[in-house]
Structures are given as structure tokens and as C-alpha cells.
């Protein structure tokens, strides 16, 4: 998600009357619409079968490199692990499942600065809830709130109060699941953040909430620099806290400093293993996109390593995420990814972010105004330190470890992730 390498991150067809997307075709009658349209639109998601056929196709025709050398994940994913997660998408997967439980929901898109943004929008039927709009990461995607809609919307179901209760908003970022692909630069947390604005205002909400970890924490960072009117607060899980004066030697892997506390020194060395053996991902897709974009659109196995790598290693889950998020469901975040051919365009959202996500200079917290809250998970990248935390955000008002989970908060533990949000955002309705 950064320009340079040593401060980098860590970072289908449907069925609808709408013009025709870059990441997938209409089955439906087309319409012409303006970029100046502002209608919302019904969207429902109808995968052609031959679409599904082939991806089978190319899964029974992996060509597998030989084992790893070593007894261990120190080489990357491991050979007989990521064979037994293809073997079963090509032999036992049914992406329909999903398709169903998605069309469902109420799904919506509209266009915004000229891109058809997909979105689902679930109302609560209490009367009093606040609206929240939820952004998700990469190598997640919208799928990451599904389980926890209904927490969130229907909290007296979930054991909580009908004043606890949210409408929830989850986009997909441009580029990113059903939403468009941008064809020109520019496309960064900054303009994601103003469009996400002119989403919540256009579905007729006048105050409301941003929650993210992962690229949606750096976008609800950019919104609460924005600072636009009825924004009430933010919920951060992977808040940018990292001290400017601890960036270079975090980045250079130099032994941490005298004087830092137990909690401060231990951030640190997570930050400094991250940014030393496991960001090599991030690097490709800062500085080479495109070309990472070819690997990733042709083969559906090596997809399904890249971001199959990841969810292992950031889920409270010893390297085994089907621990905490069912096989199906990591499969249909990779096959999202597979159908709509969005490998390339979602790692150019690495290439347009320009700063270190982790460090609050780079991300200039001091300049949020609005108040923030911080939640922080056991098996996130890093645990933020609640010194570091107050000192990088001035109006932070809610801090809490959570028991369990990691970056994946809502997808790994979304029964927690709705108890943080329900808390955290309690004293701003």
C-alpha cells in the first residue's frame, strides 16, 4: 500500500440493468448512464456456468512446484497445505452457495466520480439505529461483514439492546469484488473516503459511522481527516500509531530501543518481523502491479496462494485459518477475486496509496479531529499500544483489547467485532 519498499503496508458477471463494468458483463439489458447519475440501483449476481466450468478447468490443470525445503511455512505457503485447499475447490466448492446467500441481501450500486460503486445495505427494523458504513481489506473483501450483519442489525437476536443496533452500509472498494475497475490513477484512500460520503448521504442518512481494518482502517483514517459534516466517529482495527521517530529503524529490523514498554517493545518486534520477512507481497504489488496482476488473473492456484498465504498467517489461528473461518468461506473470497479478475486492479490500490499505513505521521492522525475509537485484536499484524494509540490520535475515546481474533476481525470473531462496535460507538448516538 506504499510507494517505497521499505515502508510498504504492512497493505463475474451479474445480472442488473446497468452498463457494462471493466470486471464483468451484464446478462441484463444495458442503460446508458451519465457519470452524473445518481440513481441506486438493484443488483443481483447470476455467474454463467461456463464462467464456473472453466475456472474448474484451469483448477484441474494446476502444475504444483515441488515441495519446500524446509519443515515449515519460512518459505511460504506450504505445498500439501495449499494442495488440500485447491483439491477441494476444484472437487467439492459450490459457488453458488454463495450467490444465493448474497442475493439475499439487499444489493445495491451506484455511481460515484464516475464509477459504479456495489454495495450491500441492510436496515435494521429498530428505529433508532445508527448507520455505519464498513470497509474491508485486502486479501478480504466484503464477504469479511457477512456473519455480522445480523449482530449488528438485530442486536436484541444477538444478546444485545435495540438501542445497540446498527444499518449497516458495505461497499466494495473500486476495484475491489462487483464495484468498477478505475481506468485512470488517482483512485486512493482519499477518494474512496469522499465517495463513501457521498454514499451514506445519497441512501439518505444525515450522521453516521466508519468502521475498517486493513485498507478500510486507512480510509476511515482519511475520512476522519475529512472530516465532512454528520461523520460522528470512527472504529479503527488496524489504527496507524507507529511514533515517527520508530519508522526507519522498524524498516531498517534494528533491535528495538531502550526504553520502550513491555507492550511498546513487543508492537516492534512484530512490526519489525513484518516489515522484514512477510511483507514481500506488499513490495510486488507497490512497485510492480501490473505485472503481479498477469499471475494472479491466468492461474487460479497461484491466486489462491497469494492470498491464501495471508489469511493463514493473519487469523488468530496457528497458521490454520479453517480454524476460524470455514474452508467455503475463504474460498469464496478467492473465487470473488477469480470471477470478477480483480487481481491486478486491487493491487493497484497498493500502488496509489503512497504512505506507510502503520505510521501516524504518514497517515496524519494528529490532523483527525472527530473522535476515534481503537480496537485491538491478539493476532492482528501488530497489537497497538494504547500509549502509542493516544498519542497518535488526540481524540481517541474508546480503547480495548479484544479476548481473541486477528486482522481479520468481523470474518474470524464477527460475535466480538459486534460487541467492540456496539461499545465503542455507544456514546456517540
Do not use: C
Amino acid at each position: 500500500m506504499n510507494a517505497k519498499l521499505t515502508t510498504i503496508l504492512l497493505a463475474a458477471t451479474f445480472s442488473l440493468s446497468m452498463p457494462a463494468m471493466t470486471n464483468a458483463q451484464t446478462t441484463s439489458t444495458k442503460t446508458d448512464t451519465s457519470a452524473s447519475d445518481m440513481r441506486i440501483r438493484s443488483f443481483k449476481i447470476n455467474i454463467p456456468q461456463a464462467k464456473l466450468d472453466e475456472l474448474k478447468r484451469r483448477i484441474a490443470g494446476t502444475n504444483f512446484p515441488d515441495k519446500e525445503t524446509v519443515n515449515d511455512e519460512s518459505q511460504g505457503i506450504q505445498l500439501a497445505q495449499l494442495k488440500e485447499l485447491v483439491n477441494y475447490w476444484g472437487n467439492n466448492y459450490d459457488w453458488r452457495k454463495l450467490e444465493n446467500k448474497l442475493n439475499a441481501l439487499p444489493q445495491f450500486v451506484t455511481k460515484i466520480d464516475g464509477l459504479d460503486i456495489q454495495f450491500i445495505h441492510v436496515r435494521s427494523k429498530e428505529p433508532n439505529a445508527m448507520p455505519v458504513i464498513l470497509t474491508h481489506g485486502w486479501p478480504g473483501s466484503p464477504l469479511e461483514f457477512i456473519d455480522a450483519i445480523g449482530p449488528l442489525t438485530d442486536p436484541v437476536k444477538y444478546g444485545g439492546k435495540a438501542e445497540d443496533a446498527f444499518d449497516v452500509i458495505i461497499p466494495a472498494i473500486p476495484g475491489y469484488g462487483f464495484s468498477e475497475i478505475p481506468k485512470e490513477v488517482g483512485w486512493n484512500p482519499d477518494r474512496v473516503a469522499k465517495a463513501w460520503d457521498v454514499l451514506v448521504k445519497r441512501l439518505g442518512y444525515k450522521k453516521y459511522v466508519s468502521e475498517g481494518g486493513d485498507h478500510g482502517s486507512v480510509i476511515s483514517d482519511a475520512l476522519a481527516r475529512q472530516a465532512p459534516s454528520g461523520l460522528l466517529g470512527i472504529h479503527l482495527t488496524m489504527p496507524a500509531t507507529i511514533p515517527a521517530e520508530l519508522v526507519k529503524p522498524i524498516n531498517a529490523g534494528d533491535p528495538a530501543p531502550s526504553g520502550l514498554s513491555a507492550s511498546e517493545t513487543k508492537a516492534y518486534n512484530s512490526l519489525s518481523t513484518f516489515f522484514g520477512r512477510n511483507a514481500a507481497y506488499g513490495g510486488m504489488m507497490v512497485t510492480r502491479p501490473q505485472t503481479t496482476g498477469y499471475l494472479l488473473s491466468d492461474s487460479p492456484s497461484a491466486l489462491a496462494a497469494f492470498l491464501y498465504e495471508k489469511i493463514a498467517e493473519w487469523t488468530d489461528s496457528n497458521l490454520k485459518p479453517e480454524n476460524v473461518i470455514s474452508r467455503d468461506a475463504i474460498l469464496d473470497d478467492i473465487t470473488l477475486y477469480w470471477l470478477t479478475n480483480t487481481g491486478a486492479s486491487s493491487s493497484r490500490f497498493y500502488w496509489e496509496n503512497n504512505n506507510n499505513n502503520f505510521s501516524s505521521e504518514h497517515q496524519k492522525t494528529k490532523d483527525i479531529k472527530v473522535p476515534v475509537a481503537i480496537s485491538v485484536f491478539p493476532h492482528e499484524i501488530y497489537e497497538a499500544p494504547e500509549s502509542w494509540s493516544r498519542k497518535a490520535y488526540p481524540s481517541l475515546y474508546y480503547y480495548h483489547k479484544a479476548p481473541k481474533g486477528g486482522h481479520f476481525a468481523a470474518w474470524e470473531q464477527p460475535q466480538i467485532f459486534t460487541e467492540e462496535l456496539r461499545a465503542a460507538f455507544r456514546s456517540l448516538r
